[in-house]
RNA sequence: GGGUCGUUAGCUCAGUCGGCAGAGCACCGGCCUUUUAAGCCGGGUGUCGCAGGUUCGAUUCCUGCACGACCCA
């Protein structure tokens, strides 16, 4: 039957309620049980076992197998399956044909009925009520095969959640890993803050922003890049360990790594370094590991992950040395013409450096993809690096690293920038690099240094990508996968 | 930005070396009181992604475009 044609079906069948003064959209149902505590209140039944026990459910119809004067169907709440028998005997000949005339699958109902099993011993609830609760004007997929097409279930996620469980769970554990973050931290003793989304500058990353505009006071604000200077100067203000997981908002690509949309966890530790950001970053993600998948043995993709500690740390120079096989440490126009005799590419727009631009690449293009099980990767150059705290023994270099499990970025930290005067410094020379042209650089925030000359505490700072970090948990294959509603163009 | 593959019924998918468009599920009608991808009988519901081109004839071949997946930059 063509699409059209379904929908009248439906229609008709809800004028028919109507007439027949059934109110199709009711205000509400008190059950007694959802699935799951069904099957918890009545464990280990015996086939052919009457109980006696009259019990309410409420979900969507998910199948009806018709034998008659009778029926088996399936219930569908969020916890789960539920098996209802209906019959002219248990529900009244006018009510039972009623079912089987007026009631789609896609329906949502209200069961009450008395608990039994079957003789192959399924949990059953034998319906003496049917009450419509809302009326499904559409029809949903395949029984079997469910909803496949990637783009349709992106685009109707709704309809996806109803036919594909594992969509449901995808965002039942994500649900769990935020919940378990937030414990973690709780318990360490870190307070949860909000900070604004709308900047007057936006700051804390390299990355280019969403722009927005202030009717009222008639001035561009920015969606945030990354919540970093605000949660900085809460450390000013004497809160000496904080979190933020919120959303932030980068004008890039889409891709299955990234949505222009993302969440953040941004943590900050007053008094530690990036050695206790490391320390931090294991336990949080440990935690994570243990709450959604039970140990720390997981598969991704088909590939064994090993998150036991301790984790690889490995200096990033070292990594680019060994990716690339070019002396890094030399100038960069050395460099350049080094890996140009290696027929390594290098874009245009990186071949005037900064040369750090050069090693990031590399890292990317040729380290990153190897870094499976979880990697720190060490002592990152200074001159791509402007919020972060000189390397001990090495001014030319950081003390940064980001963490890398099964090949893609999870969390940047580092020992956070405290010296005004330094800052100061690092901020004008993004913005030379501004004018330069490079969009993403970075801008100098004078009210964030105001504050650092107030003085900040030498602090450890972290930030992890919350849906990566979900992806990798979940062995999901696209950000898309663990994203309520993905951005599609 | 480039490459490869894909887009056919509500869903999952076949198919046409260019000649009336197919299946299963869903849906509609009938039978059926222990089914569970229930079963049995009957019914095919379509702008073959969009726009051009070639051709007596295009869903099929060609070109462009849109959208998607994967890979590369």
Redesign the pocket.
Known sequence: ??????LA??RE?LQRLRAAGVEPYPYGFARTHAAAELRRSFPDLSP?TRTGAVVSLAGRLT????????S?A?LLDQTGRV?I?L???GLGAPAYANFL?NL??GDILGIRGEV?T?????L?V?AREVVLLAKSL?????????????????RQRALDLI?NESSRRALEKRALILRTMRNYLDGQGYLEVETPILQPIPGGATARPFVTHHNVVDRDLYLRIAPELYLKRLLVGGLEKVYEIGRNFRNE?I??EHNPEFTALEAYEAYGDYERAMELCEGLIEACALAVAGGLRLEYQGRAVNLARPWRRASLLELVAEGSGCDVEKPLAELVRELDRRGI?V?DHLRQGPKGKVIEHLLE?RVQ?KLWDPTFVLDFPLDISPLAKRKRGRPDLVERFELYITGREIANAFSELNDPHEQRERFLAQEELRQAGDEEAQRVDEDFLRDLELGMPPAAGIGIGVDRLVMVLVDA??I?EVLTFPL??
């Open positions: 039957m063509a699409e059209a044609d379904l079906s439906r069948k052919h199948a009806i197998r018709r034998m008659g004067k009778a088996f399936d098996q028998f019959s002219a005997d005339e789609d699958i039994f079957t003789k192959t011993g399924e059953t034998d559409r029809p949903l997929p395949e029984k079997w095969h469910g909803l496949k097409d990637v783009e349709t279930r992106y036919a690509g891709s299955s590419p874009p293009t993809e294959p696209s898309r599609l163009r």
